[in-house]
Nanobody
C-alpha cells in the first residue's frame, strides 16, 4: 500500500523560505513522476510542481522562479524548496503523482503571514 507523508511546513513571514519533504513507500518510486500540490484555504487543490524520474521539472506559473522541486531516488523522497514566500502561498501542501494517482497523505500546513 502506497504511503505518502509530508513534513516541513510552518509559519513564515513574507519573503521567507521553507523546505518541504515527502517520504514515499509502497511504490516503484524511481520510475514515477512525482509532484507537489497545494490546497489554499477555501479553494480547490492545485498542482504546484512536478519532477520526472530523470529530474526534468515543471512549475505552475505562480511559483516559477521561487520554488524548486527535487528528489532523492535512493531514499524515496521528494522535496520542495520554497523561497520568497507570499501570503498567497498559504496552503496545505501535498505530494503525489501529477494526476493524484495515490491516496493523499496528511499534507503539511504552510502559513505565510507577518
Amino acid at each position: 500500500q502506497v504511503q505518502l507523508v509530508e513534513s516541513g511546513g510552518g509559519l513564515v513571514q513574507p519573503g521567507g523560505s521553507l523546505r518541504l519533504s515527502c517520504a514515499a513507500s509502497g511504490m516503484i518510486f524511481r520510475g514515477t513522476t512525482m509532484a507537489w500540490h497545494r490546497q489554499p484555504p477555501g479553494k480547490q487543490r492545485e498542482w504546484v510542481a512536478s519532477i520526472t524520474s530523470g529530474g526534468n521539472t515543471n512549475y505552475a506559473d505562480s511559483v516559477k522562479g521561487r520554488f524548486t522541486i527535487s528528489r532523492d531516488n535512493a531514499k524515496n523522497m521528494v522535496f520542495l524548496e520554497m523561497n520568497s514566500l507570499k501570503p498567497e502561498d498559504t496552503a496545505v501542501y501535498y505530494c503525489n503523482t501529477r494526476n493524484g494517482a495515490f491516496r493523499w497523505g496528511p499534507g503539511t500546513q504552510v502559513t505565510v503571514s507577518s
